[in-house]
Structures are given as structure tokens and as C-alpha cells.
């Protein structure tokens, strides 16, 4: 069973724009719900992670959104630039398990 | 300060053999865990290792095993190496120290061995 689902698979947006990448989880038990980030030939980093008892954390140009009661959270990149071009991943972690979603390769246009 | 580190960065076998990856934790770091990344897919959680003993698995087989030594760095091994074990394997440190929740202590990536299988 896929713990995070996550969504779209891809995503092209204008220099400038939004970018918005959702997730949906099942297990009400998660701890926490961080975001990683990464490019190429890389592991994932850490980009900004939330509480559920939090129902939105910015960090920058990226914000994290927290709906408890829909069991979903997304992730908002303001002013999207080409240098955030990578593959974003939500996650859930249980006891220090990760389960991380599926990835949404994100592709800045200059 | 050096981050994670992962030996080697890329590996080619035969099915049936079997391999060993290796990690050094992030300075500071005690806990070590391992996540397989099939391409295009997310990271997927194999097991955790924290005082030298495996605390958490996922589901994978018994061919997937693991060791941390005293100075905390960590090996997987894998046996009976199948086509379908080809991926990029993550090791990930945090600092534990017993905490049930990792928030305070995220998970650092090292950049991954690539395994290819054939």
C-alpha cells in the first residue's frame, strides 16, 4: 500500500510563476511532513518540512500548506526560477520511517 | 565538515553475485539508514541501523543486510544479486540518540551508489 501519494509526475512552469506539488497520506500517525529536493547525479536535501499541528510554514520562496482533515499537504514554489529545476519528493516519516512519495520532476522555463 | 559519504559511486555485477555498499555518517550523526531509489521512483526505506543494531526494516528480502560499526559508518550487503535489484542506493544519517521523532534531526543524503545489475 503507497503510504504518499503524490502528484503531478511532471511539471513545467514559466520563470517567475508558481510551481504547486500536492500530497495525500493514509497513516494519521505521521510525525511530520518534510520536503526533499533533488537534482541529478545527487541525493535528496532537506528543502522545508511542517508539524501537523501547523497549517503552513514559508520558508523563502517556499511555502508548505497543511490541510489535517483532508490528510494532504503541498508544497508552493513562488517566483519559480531555473535553478529549481530537480525532482521534488514529499515524505512521511513514522518512527523515523520515511515513506516518500513518487517525485514530480519540475521543470523551470527561463 | 564532510556530509554523508557513499563508496562506490558506481558498481556493476553479475546476477547472482553479491555486493557491498558502504557509508560514512555525517560528523555528529549516530543513526544510519539505507533506501533503495528505482528510477524515476521515490526513495524506498530498506532498514535503519542505530547502536549497532538493525531497529527498523522494510520490506525487503533476507538478501538485504546491513552492519554499523563502532565509529557509526555502515555497509549493505546484498546476496544472489537479481536484475531487479538494479537502483541507487541512499545512505541517510541522523543524529537519534533514542528520539522517537527525526524533525530536530532530518535526514542527511549521501549521493547514492549506482547498482546496475545485468
Known amino acids: 500500500q503507497q503510504q504518499v501519494k503524490q502528484s503531478p509526475q511532471s511539471l513545467i512552469v514559466q520563470k517567475g510563476g508558481i510551481s504547486i506539488i500536492n500530497c495525500a497520506y493514509e497513516?494519521?500517525?505521521?510525525?511530520?511532513f518534510p520536503w526533499y529536493q533533488q537534482f541529478p547525479g545527487k541525493g535528496p536535501a532537506l528543502l522545508i518540512a511542517?508539524?501537523?499541528?501547523?497549517s503552513e510554514k514559508k520558508e523563502g520562496r517556499f511555502t508548505i500548506s497543511f490541510n489535517k482533515s483532508a490528510k494532504q499537504f503541498s508544497l508552493h514554489i513562488m517566483d519559480s526560477q531555473p535553478g529549481d529545476s530537480a525532482t521534488y519528493f514529499c515524505a512521511a516519516p513514522y518512527f523515523n520511517k520515511f515513506y516518500f512519495g513518487s517525485g514530480t520532476k519540475l521543470n523551470v522555463k527561463p | 565538515d564532510a556530509g554523508v559519504t557513499q563508496s562506490p559511486t558506481h558498481l556493476i555485477k553479475t546476477r547472482g553475485q553479491q555486493v557491498t555498499l558502504r557509508c560514512s555518517p555525517k560528523?555528529?550523526?549516530?543513526?544510519v539508514s539505507w533506501y533503495q531509489q528505482a528510477l524515476g521512483q521515490g526513495p524506498q526505506f530498506i532498514f535503519q541501523?542505530?547502536?549497532?543494531?538493525?531497529?527498523q526494516r522494510g520490506n525487503f528480502p533476507d538478501r538485504f543486510s546491513g552492519h554499523q560499526f563502532p565509529n557509526y559508518s555502515s555497509e549493505l550487503n546484498v546476496n544472489a544479486l537479481l536484475l531487479g535489484d538494479s537502483a541507487l542506493y541512499l545512505c541517510?544519517?541522523?543524529?537519534?540518540?533514542?528520539?522517537?521523532?527525526?524533525?530536530?534531526?532530518?535526514?542527511?543524503f549521501g549521493n547514492g551508489t549506482r547498482l546496475t545489475v545485468t
Open positions: 497513516n494519521t500517525a505521521f510525525d511530520y
Open positions: 541517510a544519517s541522523s543524529f537519534r540518540q533514542g528520539a522517537v521523532s527525526s524533525y530536530n534531526s532530518p535526514l542527511h
Open positions: 541501523y542505530y547502536e549497532e543494531e538493525e531497529r
Open positions: 560528523s555528529g550523526h549516530d543513526t
Open positions: 511542517i508539524r501537523p499541528d501547523v
